[in-house]
């Protein structure tokens, strides 16, 4: 059985590499828009876009995900057993099933033009494996 301290650094481990893959797709996003628009945007607008543009809003369950396995590591409460459990079931949701929602169907095609982000999403699927 693994103790609370292992699935801590199980869970930051896919958060970590979550974030990675975030942040590739956020700047490949801000790129097609500032080349739609012509323009380089200045950092303020690039919040706001990743706030507020709906072509964004495919990235919030992913968003929310991750927050969520944030707050399980910074809990005082001790890991339930449910918790990582739970975030497995939810990442495997997300990455690994082909299930035709618009955020597998973007993040596919994201995989597919981005060959650093593959890396990435294989070092995520090491990292899901070792929650459980």
């Not at 896919?14 to 739609?36: A, D, F, G, Y």
């Not at 690039?46 to 495919?58: E, G, H, T, V």
């Not at 944030?70 to 497995?88: A, H, L, N, R, S």
């Amino acid at each position: 059985m693994k103790s609370e301290q292992d699935i801590k650094n199980s869970l930051k481990s896919v958060s970590s590499t979550m974030s990675k893959i975030h942040k590739m797709i956020l700047e490949n996003e801000i790129e097609r828009i500032e080349k739609i628009q012509g323009v380089s945007l200045p950092p303020a607008a690039r919040i706001q876009i990743l706030l507020n543009d709906p072509s964004l809003a495919w990235l919030r369950p992913m968003s929310q995900l991750m927050s969520t396995i944030d707050g399980i590591c910074f809990q005082k409460e001790p890991v339930t057993p449910e918790q990582p459990k739970k975030v497995y079931l939810e990442i495997e949701e997300l990455f690994f099933k082909q299930n035709g929602s618009d955020f597998s169907k973007k993040y596919i095609g994201h995989l597919m033009a981005m060959p650093d982000m593959m890396i990435d999403h294989g070092h995520l699927k090491i990292a899901w494996k070792q929650l459980l």
